[in-house]
């Protein structure tokens, strides 16, 4: 809380004990209860998750499902989350809807390490064809690996929209910087 003299000078409050140590007790229950979500998804149940999607991308990875799955595996790994979760989860059979939800409730909850979605991308083979897709892709241009869920067309005008929403908000963003110099 910054409060300020008459001149305009501002004065700043320290919180007291008693603010401090419950500030420090709910921290203390946050982290518990983080800890708590993370122990909640069952290291073995994680495990035969992993397993079932490395092992359906091995030999499905060219399938619909085996796209679904390594836009999945992909965007934990990169944090490009360009992927329709209805799409994952409707053009996938049981055992690989499973296998997703215990993988994404780990990443939800921080129980999903490095380590185990390198071990998937690499005992999988996604990271031999991410690295041949990378030979095939001219220096000058992005690896689009895995491939897009739309067409050229469709990311066409998905730029051309996300264009024209930047240039709005930048003027909006200038009009309320004026309002707020002409009311000063």
């Given amino acids: 809380m910054v409060t300020t003299m008459p001149d305009d000078a501002p004065i700043i409050r320290f919180p007291s004990e008693e603010e401090q140590q419950a500030?420090?007790?709910?921290f203390t229950r946050e982290?518990?209860?983080?800890?708590?979500?993370?122990?909640?998804?069952?290291?073995?149940?994680?495990?035969?998750?992993?397993?079932?999607i490395t092992d359906y991308l091995k030999t499905g990875w060219s399938t619909g499902g085996g796209r679904r799955l390594r836009q999945f595996v992909w965007s934990l790994w990169n944090g490009?989350?360009?992927?329709?979760?209805?799409?994952?989860s409707s053009?996938?059979?049981?055992?690989?809807?499973?296998?997703?939800?215990?993988v994404f409730n780990a990443a939800m909850v921080d129980a999903l390490s490095e380590k185990q979605k390198r071990r998937v991308l690499k005992e999988s083979g996604e990271f031999a064809r991410w690295e041949q897709a990378r030979a095939d892709t001219p220096e000058d241009e992005e690896v689009l690996y895995p491939p897009f869920?739309?067409?050229t067309e469709g990311l066409r005008r998905v730029a051309?929209?996300?264009?024209?929403?930047d240039r709005r908000i930048e003027q909006q963003?200038?009009?309320?910087?004026g309002r707020e110099a002409s009311d000063e």
């Fill in 31 to 52: 982290m518990r209860r983080a800890k708590e979500r993370r122990e909640s998804v069952a290291p073995e149940k994680l495990n035969e998750a992993l397993e079932t």
């Fill in 80 to 88: 490009h989350h360009l992927i329709n979760l209805f799409d994952l």
């Fill in 173 to 177: 963003g200038r009009a309320e910087q």
């Fill in 23 to 26: 500030v420090l007790n709910e």
């Fill in 91 to 102: 053009g996938l059979d049981g055992r690989l809807t499973d296998a997703v939800i215990v």
């Fill in 149 to 151: 869920p739309m067409s």
């Fill in 160 to 165: 051309h929209s996300a264009e024209r929403s």
